[in-house]
């Protein structure tokens, strides 16, 4: 089945561009022109991935983006007129998986959207069933995308389960950022160092939401490594 992508952009070239783009790489697509009828078309079917510019007028997509965490967790990639590091950080922090400014490339747009989307998608049961990650009272299970701390369920993004997992494999390393991103994105897209410090911002918040307060630790000038996660 192809993925089906949710394209919300009140530009109708931007929205025209995007889904020759992804259809083209072999997805479908829905396009909508505001944030309130992104929202309509997620409550009658929950697309693969949501294409979400901020800049929309009445109901920007950083309001939708908010809604949406609300109720559900698909991947959100935010578009952005503006190279505001702000919006970036508010974008990943209010949940969504990545960021592109326009003017962008449809194909490196199509890359990210392909990295995010195989992100999500839960490891073959017969790769993963007998592999779970787990460090202190922190528990990761590729095969279902489930994450817990204490028991307590823990809702990740795929790019933030990615790196979550990557420090677990390598409990005791200090990673650099660029060996944190590359657990999450294609060594070929450029993520910048602002976008690593939100990420790692945003799950810091979510596991002390869950009353894990040492999860992730600051080597300053080096990287970041795995705290004791309650252990």
Same mark, same amino acid.
């Given at each position: +089945?192809? %993925?089906?992508?949710?394209?919300?952009? $009140?530009?109708?070239?931007?929205?025209?561009?995007?889904?020759?783009?992804?259809?083209?790489?072999?997805?479908?697509?829905?396009?909508?022109?505001?944030?309130?009828?992104?929202?309509?078309?997620?409550?009658?079917?929950?697309?693969?991935?949501? &294409?979400?510019?901020?800049?929309?007028?009445? +109901?920007?997509?950083?309001?939708?983006?908010?809604?949406?965490?609300?109720?559900?967790?698909?991947?959100?990639?935010?578009?952005?007129?503006?190279?505001?590091?702000?919006?970036?950080?508010?974008?990943?922090?209010?949940?969504?998986?990545?960021?592109?400014?326009?003017?962008?490339?449809?194909?490196?747009?199509?890359?990210? !959207?392909?990295?995010?989307?195989?992100?999500?998608?839960?490891?073959?049961?017969?790769?993963?069933?007998?592999?779970?990650?787990? %460090?202190?009272?922190?528990?990761?299970?590729?095969?279902?995308?489930?994450?817990?701390? $204490?028991?307590?369920?823990? &809702?990740?993004? #795929?790019?933030?389960?990615?790196?979550?997992?990557?420090?677990?494999?390598?409990?005791? %390393? !200090?990673?650099?950022?660029?060996?944190? +991103?590359?657990?999450?994105?294609?060594?070929?897209?450029?993520?910048?160092?602002?976008?690593?410090?939100?990420?790692?911002?945003?799950?810091?918040?979510?596991? #002390? #939401?869950?009353?894990? !307060?040492?999860?992730?630790?600051?080597? %300053?000038?080096?990287?970041?490594?795995?705290?004791?996660?309650?252990?």
């Amino acid at each position: +089945m192809p %993925h089906n992508i949710l394209v919300a952009d $009140d530009d109708p070239h931007i929205r025209e561009i995007i889904c020759f783009a992804l259809e083209k790489a072999g997805m479908t697509t829905l396009a909508v022109a505001d944030g309130a009828a992104a929202l309509q078309a997620v409550e009658r079917q929950a697309p693969d991935l949501i &294409v979400l510019d901020i800049g929309m007028p009445e +109901m920007d997509g950083l309001e939708v983006c908010r809604r949406l965490r609300q109720r559900s967790d698909v991947p959100v990639l935010f578009l952005s007129a503006r190279d505001e590091e702000i919006d970036r950080i508010l974008g990943l922090e209010m949940g969504g998986d990545d960021y592109v400014t326009k003017p962008f490339s449809p194909r490196e747009l199509v890359a990210r !959207v392909n990295v995010i989307l195989r992100r999500a998608r839960p490891a073959p049961v017969q790769e993963a069933s007998d592999r779970q990650f787990a %460090h202190g009272r922190l528990t990761l299970v590729p095969a279902s995308h489930a994450a817990s701390f $204490d028991s307590k369920p823990l &809702v990740l993004t #795929a790019i933030e389960f990615a790196i979550v997992k990557g420090f677990l494999a390598r409990p005791l %390393h !200090v990673l650099g950022r660029d060996a944190v +991103m590359a657990n999450a994105y294609q060594s070929n897209i450029h993520v910048s160092e602002r976008t690593v410090d939100s990420h790692i911002r945003n799950i810091r918040a979510k596991l #002390a #939401a869950v009353g894990c !307060v040492d999860a992730i630790e600051t080597v %300053h000038g080096v990287g970041f490594r795995l705290g004791r996660c309650g252990g």
